[in-house]
């Protein structure tokens, strides 16, 4: 089983994160299970929600307190609490941003990969496609969802006026990925 955390600033960006990752995995026949952050959007807070993927029936339940993969949507924003808690050892984490990173710097084997999720080519910075670019970005680094799974999903999560820059989002974050362009680094 292969645990998820995606941590936000908006409520609904970590919604469509978790949705578009869900109907991923229905694409690609693989058993999820998400728990969204709470129903109430809190202004200034982090906003946490979470994914299980595994191609057995899952059977564990709760929040996702160990995370294999970190996702946090604009790591940019300074004043998020340590979205690092829990992570261990050799964990992922998969940062959205369009400058430099206020993340705690990569520590106990951690592999960092910071996508500039806002300032993809083609990529509006405004809206759910950022989130796409970074579902991209988790399929080239993890290859736990196919791509066009995952280019369906946004396709479908996002409707018919988002789907295409969506789309390029998610292919446009996995062809940097799997370039090395991406800021990365282990501890």
């Not at 970190?70 to 050799?90: C, Y």
């Not at 409707?159 to 292919?171: F, I, K, N, Q, S």
């Amino acid at each position: 089983m292969y645990e998820v955390r995606v941590h936000g600033r908006d409520h609904l960006l970590v919604c469509a994160a978790m949705e578009t990752m869900a109907l991923a995995a229905v694409v690609d026949h693989v058993y999820f299970q998400i728990g969204p952050p709470p129903r109430a959007p809190r202004p200034h807070r982090d906003h946490v929600g979470w994914c299980r993927l595994d191609r057995r029936l899952i059977r564990a339940s709760g929040p996702v307190r160990t995370p294999d993969c970190l996702i946090v949507i604009d790591a940019g924003l300074p004043g998020l609490p340590d979205a690092t808690v829990g992570l261990p050892p050799g964990g992922l984490v998969i940062a959205g941003s369009a400058g430099p990173a206020v993340l705690d710097p990569p520590r106990d084997g951690w592999d960092l990969a910071v996508v500039p999720a806002v300032r993809l080519p083609r990529v509006p910075a405004a809206g759910p496609e950022p989130v796409a670019a970074l579902l991209g970005a988790f399929t080239a680094l993890t290859g736990r969802l196919r791509l066009d799974a995952v280019r369906t999903a946004a396709g479908i999560r996002f409707g018919a006026c988002r789907a295409p820059d969506a789309m390029r989002a998610v292919e446009e974050a996995y062809d940097l990925v799997r370039a090395g362009q991406t800021a990365h680094g282990y501890a």
